[in-house]
């Protein structure tokens, strides 16, 4: 079975859609460790509530990037992780830890990339004036946003947008297209091409095309 190491910053609604669809039998894969740069993250309590060991590694702990993202692959390794999930993970990754999964670190991004990469992804989309925006699930590579994207979905934005509710309607959709890249990745049925992936499914739906049904 497909062992999971998730990285998370904060909050952890991720974190918590992926133990959700685990624990419901979408996805077939365990979390073997939730490794976290932020003592206060809620991640941690989430962790707590469904006995996942969860590590605190701040940077300033490591002499420099390379060390910290090596002693991140260390932890990884040493657990048997096969795939990283970046959930609300809010560093650019380190080359130490991509070279030793390459192509087996998902992120989710909350913009429709290349759109909008880095931080605040849902306020450039309202600053910008866009009509459509939406988020990304993508493989990690060296640069900012820029690895190859696996799923999207997209939304609608209005004229009276703020950050906050172009950020919650965004939120929902990041919540179903995460486990489901996921679920798809341990079952076998995603490969890389140089920046093409390819998703070997049946199912041509909303995933790929529209805005996912929120219901
Ligand atoms: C999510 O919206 C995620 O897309 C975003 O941070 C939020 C984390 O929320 N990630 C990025 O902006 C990465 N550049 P969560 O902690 O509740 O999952």
Redesign the pocket.
């Known amino acids: 079975m497909l062992t999971l190491g998730v990285l998370?910053s904060?909050?952890?609604?991720?974190?918590q859609s992926i133990i959700d669809s685990i624990e419901s039998g979408f996805i077939k894969a365990k979390i073997a460790v939730l490794i976290t740069d932020n003592p206060d993250a809620y991640?941690i309590e989430r962790a707590k509530k469904h006995n996942i060991e969860s590590l605190v590694l701040k940077p300033k702990d490591f002499a420099d990037k390379n060390a910290y993202y090596s002693n991140i692959a260390g932890e990884l390794e040493k657990r048997g992780v096969g795939l990283v999930i970046l959930?609300?993970f809010?560093r650019v990754i380190g080359k130490a830890l991509i070279d030793r999964y390459r192509n087996k670190i998902m992120?989710?991004?909350?913009a429709l990339l290349p759109s909008f990469p880095?931080?605040h992804?849902q306020k450039q989309a309202v600053d910008y004036g866009v009509k459509i925006s939406g988020?990304t699930v993508h493989f990690v590579d060296e640069g900012m946003?820029t690895g190859p994207i696996i799923i999207q979905a997209a939304v609608p934005v209005y004229h009276d947008d703020t950050e906050e509710n172009l950020?919650e309607r965004?939120?929902k959709q990041?919540h179903k297209i995460f486990p489901y890249a996921i679920k798809l990745y341990s079952e076998g049925k995603i490969s890389v091409e140089g920046r093409k992936v390819t998703v070997k499914t049946e199912r041509r739906d909303s995933f790929f095309t529209n805005p996912v049904r929120e219901s």
Do not use: Q, V, Y
């Not at 904060?10 to 974190?15: E, K, L, M, Q, T």
């Not at 992120?107 to 909350?110: A, K, R, S, T, V």
């Open positions: 998370a904060g909050r952890g609604s991720n974190f991640a959930a609300g809010m992120n989710i991004h909350p880095g931080l992804g988020c946003d950020s965004i939120l990041e």
